[in-house]
């Protein structure tokens, strides 16, 4: 057995871990990039820490998923402004724009240089300058990955900033930042975490840390991802679903994932959609379509053996099946009311593009098993594409 597991050099979680920004800051400069979501203003708490302590705050705002020419402009103003770290506070676009200014700082270029499929791939030689993560979300779990999404808007696709050195210097959890979540965000990114947990734990390259991981996170998630979305206040199921999304990031970044994550990238890039709102849409039909696959094609492989252990996870039945764990899946994302692709502008004319496009994705190569076009096609049409 040989497998490798990295993360952030340090993460510290509980209620309040956030306000610890500045004094662990001051370690790394004295001017800071902070990179926030579109309202800068929920970052305050972080720029009075950073001042307090001594380091200056330099805002630099994302009003969406990132793109190429968003990242450019951020460094440009790190640059400017000579900041010696960089500081993500936010969901996960404003974390995987400041990871990739971090990147950026410290390697010459242009982004493009150094971007997967569209790009030159070239690797990032260079240390990041120091990250630190701050997510206010429960979903992505970017806080702990070593990679950057970023769309390309020329291209129409959404495509990775990759290398080990881009893991944060300190990943800072705090739960209470997730609690004035509305409950369509708590949703679709916590149906992102849950997929973030169930993807590592059947792709092709699970390992036993990403496993325990995952096994953990999906019980929490199990019993408080819809608490968190009825009442936005429950401390403990908001720890849950922050915890949750923690041990998605380090499973994801340590195994991989699979094709719910190939069709969001691919669908992220065309369209104006939330990466979280479309792998909620996908999750229950990638299931369904993967483990009627291995059924067909590799019965008696550890594939089909793990989504019935993600069935007994999710449902707290020690007889559940594959099929249970699917139908669980569907009536919380009803629960829910997540949305269908349809709902982003897709239309069965899409669904070509989106399939080419999705088969060249990293996270699809890690799919328990290779899905044909005309299985990919009915996904997404069950999705409501079509």
Known sequence: MQFEFATANRVMFGPGAARQAGRLARDFGRRALVVTGRDAGRAQFLVDSLRQSGVAAVLFSVAGEPDIETVKHGLERATGENCELVVGCGGGSALDAGKAIAALLANPGDVLDYLEIIGGGKPLLEPSVPFIAIPTTAGTGSEVTRNAVLASPAHRVKASLRGASMLPKIALVDPELTYGLPPAITASTGLDALTQLIEPYVCSRAQ???????????????????????????????????????????????????????????????????????????????????????????????????????????????????????????????????????????TAGDAAEVIEKAAKASSMKANPIALAPAELAGILKCAGCG
Not at 230 to 239: L, Y
Not at 257 to 284: E, K, N, R, W, Y
Request: a neutral charge.
């Open 208 to 346: 036993p840390m990403t496993d325990a991981l995952c096994a953990e996170g999906m019980r929490r998630a199990a019993r408080s991802l819809l608490a968190a979305f009825e009442e936005g206040g429950n401390a403990g199921a908001r720890q849950d679903m922050a915890l949750a999304s923690l041990f998605g990031g380090m499973a994801l970044a340590n195994a991989g994932l699979g094709a719910v994550h190939g069709f969001a990238g691919a669908i992220g890039g065309m369209f104006d959609a939330p990466h979280g709102a479309i792998c909620a849409a996908l999750l229950p039909h990638v299931m369904e379509a993967n483990i009627r696959a291995l059924r067909q094609r590799d019965s008696a492989g550890e594939a089909l053996r793990r989504y019935d252990v993600v069935a007994r996870i999710v449902t707290g039945k020690d007889g559940a099946r594959a099929d249970d764990g699917v139908d669980w899946v569907r009536q919380l994302s009803g629960a829910m009311r997540v949305a269908p692709l349809t709902a982003y502008g897709l």
